[in-house]
């Protein structure tokens, strides 16, 4: 950025210089711009590098702009007007304006850039001076005050400027003398310069009659223009202003000086003399007193410093002594501090800091180039400047012994302290480094003898053996660390720089902690920085032995594990991974629940369930249903993208963290799409399936735990399973009012299985053609104290979850079978059967079959009277079992009836195997027949298929005459429904047989 804005800035002052002299007529715009450009260049240089005292420079540049003004006054006076008066408007802002900022900048920057802010710079300013208002004076000033043409105000206007000229040229030669050499100071000087010599050849020309605008004198305001915004420009610009401190060649510097100004006068004296005339005779008499008193000042200012020079060195050697009987490093910090503060003018603010490489590492890694040097403490390490707050400027010191570095002694206070306390400190932090390098001497050659035997011991040990001091650095370190860590020479390295990054903060925590307590034994696992760049687990026992004069550090015991760690990690992998899908298991399910749920973003979790799962799986094949479970995976995993994650949870159900939606309302949104694609059929071992999904889910919006978050998306599945399957639920406040009443419901209907609660209502089913009664179908309702008479799908979804429908069946098969003996023995003739339906959880409890043989038989009905009705889906789970089970039931005399028949995924071909005496057509069949007449021809084939394998024929749901003649018509012998009769309930039973076993119903 500097180089660039200083490209631009040379660039502009080429081609106005160009401009100028080859365009006479735009002089006057044109040495406007000369101005403005200056002014600019020295505030952008001041925003750009931020100098630490800025006025001096923005001093400068409003001097720079009043004598830009001053100046384009003057031609518009002039070349515009056409008027020469003498003084004018020009003098006034150049004289009250330009002159006095730019005294005051070059005396506010001297000030600051002050090596020995003393009376005796004073002096040496003074004479500089007198030596070059002397010279102006014979040049200029005396040409001036000779003139006859020129009134007393002319004359004091025109020596004011050689006057004042002298003065800017002085201090800046006196600056320069103190300065740092850069190219900013160079430049600066070559403004004052340019200004000084402009002036002086203004001066000579307006005595002789012959300056006009456009001559090579403007060249040298052309240059005070230039440098003076291209030396704020350069970086050095900073340096400027920065205390600097003193050497050899400053003082050289500053006799040079001061004898070419001591020898002006008498070289003047014999330049006039050799000429042939003295015309300044008086003045060179009254120069040279002037420069003999304040040289004989100065040596009485001198004479004073010395004084207090002595007063330092007598402190000094106190300070020494005090450090020569010092035993530790608390010590020598304490004689610093004392010293310090006696070297200092009483009641100065200060801070001291001795900052120890063992102590201070992380302070002390900033290299200094010089021994001893000024810094602002806000380009200090922040560990460093956060001690020293009030204070802005900083003497740092470094403390070596030969080209060991042992420290840094930092000394904060005000300015002028600092600048006269620079010599003195050096001493200081040299005397302190050699001490501090002798206790450390002491400190190694006792440890190494008390480590003799300790060496002896762990010298051929198998396990890494580390000491390391408080702030962690290694002391010591056992011959078998050059197998872990490439080297044994770890002594003085930082104990966290053998870890991986990420411990470090880890490391350097538990080392304080065993460090604050001697009693702390502790073990942890870290990772170590391997020599060849390969990382190792190591196992790591740390004990404080501080105490232990022959081991006086905390004692690491590493033990290489990164077998053991790689094989633990690959069971975790494992244990996270489920093996036939390459999803995430149920743990990692679990710890992305636990996760969403401490984050603030707002984030869902999905529990997925295939609907009719254990049906693909009994119909397809096992291998089939492994395939179908990875492709279900897969598509879950393509819909919902990432970062959401995937899960299988077990068997057939699935789970998922939907992250990056914004509200539930998106991730509703997203569930629908994941319905839809989940229509789209898949293709497996040449076949194409179609599967539904089941879905519930929960979002952190209305869970405070991950624990929550589980439970509500299983109530959401549930809810889902139960309305129907085949659909998706959001937990929501009501979805819980929902589920409270669920379980409410479930221990009410356990309650009325044992209180009397059910009834039963029957059914007819009767013959068709003829229209006898042949039997009914058991049918439960639950008479709620509450809410009245339920029907089934009131309540049997939730005793098939609940488990309760083993009991309700059998409550259900005790009074069917009690009720048809009573039909039994009122109408021996012809009496009815009763069907009673089972559920596929009922047929599998252990035993079931046995007992309805035991009640069969304890209650005296005849087997054939008996039908057990079971749904499709039964037969297609471990058939064997069941067929074994139902054979033993026929052969009993008890019939069977396949119920809802052609609703689920089973085909007539497995009917020949099936060990059943009747056929049960489901409704959707029945309601169809009427219009439509390919529903009418499945229908007949299905009861001609059924014939043939000698099965009866149950058409339900049979509400219109229509539909029992077209039935009638296909060979379906028997039939039920509202056309027929509605459920009669169970005290109304035996009226109804009585008037309809007489007389056939007819519809």
């Known amino acids: 950025m500097a180089n660039r804005l200083m490209l631009v800035y040379a660039s502009l002052v080429a081609a106005l210089s160009g401009l100028y002299f080859a365009m006479p007529m735009w002089r006057l715009e044109i040495w406007s711009c000369f101005g403005i450009l200056s002014c600019l260049g020295i505030v952008a240089g001041v925003r750009l590098h931020r100098p630490r005292r800025a006025a001096p420079w923005l001093l400068w540049a409003a001097g720079t702009g009043f004598f830009a003004t001053g100046t384009v006054t003057a031609l518009v006076l002039s070349e515009v007007m056409h008027l020469q008066a003498f003084p004018s408007a020009a003098d006034a802002v150049f004289l009250g304006g330009s002159v006095p900022c730019l005294l005051a900048s070059l005396i506010t920057l001297t000030r600051s850039k002050a090596t020995v802010i003393d009376r005796a710079s004073l002096v040496d300013a003074l004479m500089l001076t007198t030596g070059a208002g002397f010279l102006s004076w014979v040049l ?117 000086a001061l004898s070419i100004a ?81 070297l200092l003018p009483a009641g100065t603010a200060h801070r001291v800091l001795l900052l120890s490489p063992e102590r201070d590492a992380d302070q002390t890694e900033r290299s200094l180039t010089k021994a001893v040097a000024f810094e602002e403490t806000r380009d200090m390490p922040p560990q460093i400047a956060g001690r020293l707050t009030g204070h802005e400027l900083a003497l740092r010191c470094q403390l070596t012994v030969g080209e060991r570095h042992t420290g840094e002694l930092v000394v904060a206070a005000d300015e002028k302290a600092l600048v006269e306390l620079q010599q003195a400190i050096s ?48 002391r010591y370190s056992s011959p078998s660390a050059a197998g872990l860590f490439g080297t044994d020479d770890l002594a003085g390295k930082a104990l966290e720089d ?125 291998h089939t249903a492994d395939e179908l479970l990875r492709a279900v995976g897969r598509r879950l995993r393509d819909c919902l993208r990432a970062p959401s994650s995937v899960a299988r949870l077990g068997a057939d159900e699935f789970g998922a963290v939907v992250e990056g939606a914004r509200d539930a309302a998106e991730i509703d949104r997203l569930l629908d799409e994941v319905m839809c694609r989940f229509t789209e059929p898949f293709v497996l071992a040449g076949s194409s399936l179609t599967v539904q999904l089941s879905i519930g889910v929960a979002t ?14 299983a109530a959401a599945l549930r809810n889902a399973k139960s309305t129907g399957k085949r659909r998706w639920r959001r937990y929501e406040a009501a979805l819980h009012r929902e589920i409270i009443g669920q379980a409410q419901l479930r221990a009410e209907l356990e309650h009325a299985i044992t209180a009397d609660q059910l009834v039963l209502h029957f059914q007819p089913i009767i013959e068709l053609e003829s229209g006898r009664v042949d039997g009914l179908e058991s049918l439960v309702r639950w008479q709620h104290p509450v809410k009245g008479l339920l029907p089934p799908a009131g309540f049997i979804e939730l005793a098939e979850e609940s488990g309760l429908i083993v009991p309700l069946g059998m409550w259900v098969l005790e009074h069917s079978l009690r009720e048809a003996v009573k039909w039994q023995e009122l109408f021996p003739q012809d009496p009815p059967h009763v069907s009673v339906n089972v559920s596929a959880r009922q047929f599998r409890s252990p035993g079931f079959v046995d007992q309805v043989l035991v009640l069969v038989d304890q209650m005296g009905l005849a087997p054939h009277l008996l039908t057990v009705e079971i749904t499709e889906s039964l037969l297609l789970t471990e058939p064997e079992q069941v067929r074994a089970e139902l054979c033993v039931l026929r052969n009993a005399g008890v019939r069977v009836s396949i119920d809802d028949f052609g609703t689920g995924y089973s085909s007539l071909s497995y009917l020949h195997q099936v060990p059943a005496d009747i056929l049960k057509l489901d409704k959707s069949f029945v309601d169809t027949m009427s219009v439509s007449s390919r529903q009418h021809d499945l229908v007949q084939g299905i009861v001609q298929l059924a014939h043939t394998l000698a099965l009866d024929v149950v058409a339900e749901g049979i509400e219109t005459v229509t539909d029992r003649a077209l039935l009638t018509a296909t060979g379906c012998r028997y039939g039920q429904g509202y056309l027929i009769s509605r459920p009669i309930p169970e005290p109304d039973v035996v009226a109804w047989l009585t008037a309809n076993l007489v007389t056939p119903v007819s519809t």
């Not at 000779?146 to 002085?170: C, E, G, H, M, N």
């Not at 410093?305 to 106190?318: I, K, N, P, Y």
């Not at 870890?499 to 903060?505: G, H």
């Not at 952190?700 to 509500?712: G, I, P, R, V, Y």
Request: hydrophobic share 50%; with cysteine.
């Open 427 to 474: 001493v200081l932090a040299g005397q302190a480094a050699s001490m501090i390098g002798h206790i450390e001497l002491n400190r190694e050659i006792n440890r190494r003898e008390s480590e003799a035997y300790f060496r002896t011991l762990v010298l051929n040990a198998g396990d890494v053996i580390l000491i390391v001091d408080d702030v962690g650095r290694l």
């Open 700 to 713: 952190t919006a209305d869970a405070d735990n991950h624990e929550q978050l589980l439970s509500q998306a």
């Open 140 to 256: 200029v000033v005396n040409p001036y005050l000779s003139s006859p043409d020129l009134t007393p105000l002319q004359k004091a206007i025109a020596v004011a400027y050689p006057i004042f000229d002298v003065l800017i040229l002085a201090i800046l030669v006196r600056f320069m003398l103190g300065a740092v050499r850069s190219r900013s100071a160079i430049l600066l000087l070559f403004s004052g310069a340019g200004l000084f010599v402009a002036d002086v050849m203004y001066g000579l020309n307006q005595l002789n009659g012959f300056w006009e605008l456009g001559s090579p004198v403007d060249l040298g305001w052309i240059l005070f223009y230039a440098s003076s915004g291209a030396s704020a420009l350069l970086p050095s610009m900073r340096q400027l202003t920065e205390p600097r401190m003193v050497s050899g060649s400053v003082v050289g510097a500053h006799r040079l």
């Open 262 to 342: 001591s020898l002006v006068a008498p070289g003047v004296l014999l330049t006039q003399a050799l000429t042939g005339q003295v015309r300044d005779g008086v003045v060179i008499a009254l120069v040279s007193a002037v420069l003999v008193a304040l040289a004989v000042t100065r040596m009485s200012f001198v004479a004073a410093g010395l004084r207090r020079t002595l007063v330092r060195e007598r402190e000094l050697r106190r300070a020494c002594e005090q450090l020569l009987s010092a035993t530790d490093i608390a010590t020598i910090t304490a004689v610093v501090h004392e010293a310090v503060e006696r």
């Open 498 to 622: 053998l870890f991986v990054v990420e411990q470090r903060s880890e490391i350097h925590s538990t080392i304080e902690g065993v460090s604050a307590d001697a009693k702390i034994d502790t073990a942890t696992d870290w990772t170590v920085l391997g020599a060849a760049g390969e990382h190792a687990d190591v196992e790591v026992s740390l004990r404080n032995l501080r105490h232990e004069p022959s081991v006086n550090g905390i004692v690491l015991t590493l033990r290489d594990v990164t077998d053991r760690r790689r094989m633990q990690r690959e069971l975790e992998e494992r244990a996270y991974l489920d093996p036939l899908t390459g999803l995430g298991s149920r743990l990692r399910f679990q710890d992305d629940v636990e996760r969403a749920a401490l984050s603030a973003n707002f984030t869902g979790v999905l529990l997925v369930d295939i609907d009719e799962f254990r049906t693909v799986n009994e119909a397809f094949g096992h």
